[in-house]
Structures are given as C-alpha cells and as structure tokens.
C-alpha cells in the first residue's frame, strides 16, 4: 500500500511540506495481487461504503470501477480475480475492457460479499494513484494585459539574456495557457468528470463568501524561481497576489483543495496551495505539447537542461506583468485547448 510521507522542500527560503507517495513497485501487466493471507478471518471484515443487497441466492454487491482500472482486478491471466474469488468464496463478474460498468460480487455469505468489496477497493485505490492526472483545478492568468505584459517580458529576456545557459525561447510558457493550477485529479471517466463538476459547483457559495460576491482584483509582479540555486533553475513563475494585500487568494485555493481531497478525487502533495504562475520551464524545451499543470511532463528529470537565471532575476525580478480581475475557477482538461486558446473546461464557477 502507499505511504504518505512528509519531506521538507526550501523554495527560495521558504520551506515547504510535501507528502511524498512512496510506492510499492507493481508491473504494469503483472497485477498478479494474491489477496489476503489464509490466516485473516474473512467474516471479521465489514462494508460501509458500498449496499450489500440479499437476493434469491445469497447477496450482492455493484462497485463503480473505471474501465481502465479492470485489468487491475483480472490480474496477469486472470489470478489476481480468481484468488480474489478463491479466497472470499464469492464471484467477480467484470465488464469487457473498454466497457463502463460495475463490477458486481455476488456469494452466499454478506461477509464474504464484503471482504471482496474491501480486496476490490483496495486494489482500485492502490492503482488508481499510478494513473496520470487528467484534469486540474486552475485560475486562469490568460487575461489579454497579462499576455501583453508577458510577451514582452520574453521579448527583453531574450535580448538581454539569451547569451546565458540554456536561456532560449522554447522554456517560455504558452501566454493563451498562463495559469495558476490548484491541484490535479485523475477522473478516470465521464461519470467521475460529471461527480468532480458537481463538487466545484458545491464550492461557489464559501468562494463568493470569502469574495463577497465579486472578481478579486490581483497584480501579477515579480518573478521567483523553484530551487535553491539560480544558476540552475528548471521553472522561474510569475508571484501573482490580491492587490488589497489580503490572503483571499490563497484562502480559496487551500479551500478547494481540501473539498477535493475530502470528497476522494485528489492527492494532497501540500500543506497549502504554491500560488505561482510559471513563465518559463525546461519541460517546454524543444517539446511544445509538455504541459505545466503540476506534473512531471514527458521528459524524465535527469534530461532536462535547466537555465542560468541570475541576470533574469537581477533585471527582471520586480517585473509587471500587469493587473486583472480574476473571476473564475475552472476545471480544465489535460492536453486540451478551446477557442481562446485555453484549456477546456469540463467545468467552471465564478466568482460574482
């Protein structure tokens, strides 16, 4: 099973807390999961989270499981579901691979309907966190004077920097897609897309309270970077504060966070949300499709060439970007791009 564990990160002399996932290491197509031992006493264990129905032949549980996620349960030939079933004396009927539906347990005994529930939700919770993410919560920074504003930040950075290392115009980020990711979330499905919309509307009402019922006007100034040596830096970013100094900004995205994480559709990796809009990033060299919206893009760490930041820092480091007034969370889709040039979005609130 994954282990949360607290790591101490410095970001700029700052310290941050992460829990980092400490992973056991499974095959991707060895899922070979053997169940319990014979020593654990099946009729102990108990569901609370799914209806266990009786019927004519005994009792009868349905799970909502991604399609995705099945081939977790069926195992390497098919031994992770036939131990499953060999141990809880109960019978997994799973769907065809591609096909969304639920996987349903069926026994004679409730407790043993019961502990193949509990070995199912484990396997699908186990897994589930290897999938990459799909979605993420962002404040949009694509407002046009930010764009302005940003351009030209990358056109004086190129002429005034472009002799340091690694200073080239491929790092910088795509101004349509400027943003501020709030946490990601891997919705494996389009029942799982409609449940994480239906939780951000559920979040409108505390967000206008805390805005009281109007766009939070903020200014984009001054660049930081993510490491602790700005000779070698992979991300530089925009700080991007609430212009009367308060921490509202900061308030509603600890807030969703902790909706999410309550509701079961997101990891926390922070103790509270890093605010700050990445301008430049090593992931984007040579590769335009890579994407910085908190993961870990294509390119493996140890082939990213990082850049020297130090005069960026020095001329640049109380740059303007400008000012707007956010408005809006959206749920954004992953590798996506609407009409303004954005990610999609699969769903939104406002602020007013």
Known sequence: MDVLRPTLININGRMYRRNVIKEEHYEEEDCSYMGPTESEDVADETCDTHFIEQTDKGYRCAI???SVLYKYIIGKKGETRKRLEFDTKTS???PKQGVEGQIVITGSYK???SSA???VEVLVENFRKKQ??????????????IQEGFLTFKDEVLQQCSQDHGVEGSIFQNPAKLHLTIGTLALLND?????ACEHLQECEKFIRDITGGKPLPLEVTGVEYMNDDPAMVDVLYAKVNVKDGSDKLQVIADRLVEHFVSAGLMIREWDRVKLHGTVM???FRKDSTVEDTGGTGRQATSEREAFDARNILKKFGTYCFGGFELNT???SQRYSTDCTGYYSSAGSINFS
């Open 64 to 66: 909502d499981v991604p």
């Open 92 to 94: 997994i009927s799973i």
């Open 111 to 113: 407790s043993a309907v």
């Open 117 to 119: 529930v509990t070995r």
């Open 132 to 145: 990459p993410f799909t979605h993420f919560l962002s404040f949009p920074l694509n407002d046009s004077k």
């Open 191 to 195: 029942m799982e897309v409609r449940k």
């Open 281 to 283: 990033n090593t992931l």
């Open 329 to 331: 969370v959206l749920l």
